[in-house]
């Protein structure tokens, strides 16, 4: 591997010769240059463009390729005037993403949140009975016990000293912010101030949102001695509702994986394996009892893809309906903030107090959040396809819950989706990562990153700069054919309940915007998963969960139908053997 140094010159030689979003460098051009930097690059011409042509693909006439090279080295300085530009993270394109299509109308709603009515009984004396309790039990024992938030925060602190090591869920604590905050949520509890459901429970949050003079690293080792000057407007919210950040917990390089600076995050079912990405840290602490909740995100699948590797229930909101300013951006038209929990009940108080409308994240949509799991549920429709519960990828666990649903008593109704290349959206995601962290790709810091296989961020950010342009837009353009597919879907049921997985809905919910609700579903046998040179032949009893995917900014009525079929599973107040206590 060639230093950063030599990277830094022979990317600057290749980046510059490039363009037509395809690069017009051939292959012996680009070995050529890797290999020996000072090498002047080789100028454009016809056979050049017909190299460059198998990158795109597009095959192009002798005749039109002397042609297009005309005036074209005024295109190549307008985009080395682009690239010194050197944009913020933070700045958004001009062209956002919105999930409502044109004509199609959405019922406002009011702020109503009333969460399940927690048991009347006293105070355990097994702090991890404590710790393991649901947010309404909690604030429960806060009002009417010698609970204080002192004392709670003290506990998951003691369990972040005994169990973050070898889970590998924080990188760092903010102990004495954590202290100070608990100490102001007992002050106001004695006072007669009641800020909220979230008023002195800790929590973590993933190490993508901005925190005061407190490192905030992405994951990534470029940045781990990043100390932003301001909090995220989620951070802000949540001390707004009372609530105690115990810590920033980690997260995969850069919102994949769950492969961070300094260590691999663990699954708490089994810390031989990790606990998926990106929001590594949120599922693997929360499903571990070592906070009350915990805040993650998800661009494609970093909320449901580690809440189902570690038994935690994520609720992953509509796009747009939580502000994401002060937090990294990966994919702007993808990225989405919510609640990873340990119950459907305190996903929905969590989305309670960091919904709403921030002008100052460009993609925030105004939307209320209704929410009471006592919601009648007469009529309901669900569907589903028959398929999605069959064939080795599903799993005793899916059909289990599927039969649980169906004796809820909701109406279910087979469907089936629409017959197009959902896979290839993928590539609009890398385009915009790419973009996102330019910066590391032209410089070579990306060499810093931990992870550097084929399918790391360093290898497919350079892939896709040879994704033309004239595809970039025609990937949006499947965008809204998916969207409007999607819709005529909606139209005919309420929510969908599908294994994690199946038949590519993961990728077209995240596309689409649609909320998705994950929650425990049974278990199942599993050798280590992503782990090379794992022995296949020893499995591990791991959690198994499914998924509720609901109209857009519906998510009242996903988590009350999640709330009944949770308690219909019976399984979500279990807990990792090795943390239980």
């Not at 000072?38 to 597009?58: F, Q, T």
């Not at 919510?338 to 409308?357: E, Q």
């Not at 009529?379 to 069959?390: C, H, I, K, M, S």
């Not at 596309?511 to 499995?539: M, N, V």
């Amino acid at each position: 591997m060639s230093t950063p140094s030599d990277k830094h010159v022979s990317r600057r030689g290749l980046l510059a010769a490039g363009a037509l979003g395809a690069g017009l460098v051939g292959t012996k051009a680009i070995a050529q240059q890797a290999t020996t930097p000072d090498v002047a690059p080789e100028a454009l011409s016809p056979r050049l463009v017909e190299c460059a042509e198998k990158l795109i693909p597009i095959d192009y006439t002798e005749a039109e390729r002397a042609q297009l090279l005309n005036g074209f080295e005024n295109q190549l300085q307008s985009v080395t005037a682009l690239r010194a530009q050197n944009f913020d993270n933070a700045l958004a394109p001009a062209l956002t993403f919105d999930p409502r299509l044109p004509g199609v109308q959405i019922a406002p709603q009011n702020n109503a949140v009333r969460g399940a009515s927690p048991e009347e009984i006293p105070l355990p004396d097994n702090e991890a009975d404590i710790a393991y309790a649901s947010l309404a039990q909690l604030g429960y024992w806060l009002r009417n016990s010698d609970l204080t938030s002192r004392k709670l925060t003290g506990i998951y602190l003691d369990r972040i000293d005994r169990f973050g090591p070898s889970l590998e869920c924080f990188v760092t604590r903010t102990t004495k912010r954590a202290v100070d905050q608990a100490i102001d949520a007992d002050i106001a509890f004695r006072d007669g101030k009641d800020l909220g459901p979230l008023h002195g429970i800790p929590y973590g949050v993933k190490d993508l949102f901005d925190t005061a003079r407190i490192p905030t690293t992405w994951g990534a080792a470029p940045y781990q001695h990043r100390r932003p000057k301001t909090d995220a407007t989620i951070v802000e919210k949540l001390r707004e509702a009372g609530a105690v950040l115990l810590g920033k917990t980690t997260c995969g390089a850069l919102a994949y994986g769950d492969i961070w600076f300094n260590g691999t995050t663990r699954n708490p079912w089994n810390i031989k394996e990790g606990s998926s990405g990106s929001s590594a840290g949120s599922a693997s602490a929360t499903a571990a009892g070592l906070v009350g909740f915990s805040i993650g995100t998800e661009t494609l699948g970093s909320i449901v893809s580690p809440a189902d590797r570690c038994g935690a229930t994520g609720l992953r909101p509509t796009y747009g309906r939580v502000s994401r300013h002060g937090a990294m951006a990966l994919c702007w038209s993808l990225d989405k903030v919510g609640a990873i929990c340990r119950n459907v009940d305190d996903t929905a108080l969590v989305l309670s107090a960091i919904n709403g409308f921030d002008v100052q994240d460009a993609g925030s949509i105004d939307m209320g959040f209704a929410y009471d799991p006592a919601l009648g549920q007469k009529g309901l429709v669900v569907g589903y396809d028959p398929a999605w519960f069959t064939g080795d990828a599903a799993k005793d666990a899916d059909r289990d819950a599927l039969k649980a649903l169906k004796k809820l008593g909701v109406k279910t109704k087979k469907i089936t989706l629409p017959d197009l290349p959902y896979g290839v959206l993928f590539l609009s995601l890398l385009a915009e990562s790419a973009a996102a962290f330019e910066e590391l790709t032209l410089s070579g810091r990306d060499d810093q990153l931990v992870w550097q296989d084929d399918e790391a961020w360093p290898n497919t950010f350079r892939q896709i700069r040879f994704l033309s342009s004239v595809d970039y837009v025609q990937l949006d353009r499947l965008r809204r054919k998916t969207m409007l597919a999607m819709d005529d879907v909606m139209a005919k049921v309420d929510v969908l309940i599908t294994p994690n997985y199946a038949a590519d809905l993961l990728t077209i919910t995240n596309y689409t915007g649609h909320p998705c609700l994950t929650l425990r579903a049974g278990y199942h046998d599993s050798p280590i998963r992503q782990t090379k040179g794992a022995d296949e032949s020893i499995s591990y009893r791991v959690p198994r969960n499914i998924s509720l995917i609901g109209r857009l900014f519906e998510e009242g009525q996903l988590c009350a139908l999640g709330h009944r079929l949770e308690r219909a599973i019976g399984l979500y107040q279990d807990r990792p053997p090795q943390f239980k206590s």
